[in-house]
């Protein structure tokens, strides 16, 4: 039996649900990310804390610092997410850009942005 080169479009279709899916979900967690880091620097007249300087001034940077750094990779998800449909439209969708084989069905399900098959990956860390 031959080896498949491509995914069918029934099997790509499939995995841009699957993406499309998952960047509504992405998109949602970054805007909650984002409102939570505006909320924090707008505490308008909700604020009865008075303009002393509390021992929680540290967590709140440390707080903001970790939601700026939760938005910063969502955002990178979600650039990786939209590559994949890139991918998908232009036919190179599941090709490993290592070995140029086949990407299996379970790992692209599993991480469908990927770009490299587990072989390849795991080449990178012998």
Do not use: W
């Amino acid at each position: 039996m031959e080896e498949k080169s491509k995914y069918s479009a029934e099997e790509l279709k499939e995995f841009e649900t699957l993406i499309n899916e998952k960047l509504v979900v992405a998109k949602q967690e970054l805007a909650t990310y984002r409102n939570a880091l505006t909320r924090k620097d707008d505490e308008g007249t909700d604020s009865t804390t008075g303009t002393y300087v509390s021992l929680d001034d540290g967590s709140d940077t440390a707080e903001k610092e970790s939601l700026n750094e939760l938005a910063s990779r969502q955002s990178k998800y979600i650039k990786n997410l939209e590559n994949a449909l890139a991918r998908i439209h232009n036919g190179t969708y599941g090709i490993c850009a290592k070995t140029g084989k086949l990407i299996s069905k379970e790992r692209l399900k599993a991480v469908p942005h990927t770009t490299q098959s587990i072989e390849a990956k795991m080449t990178q860390y012998d």
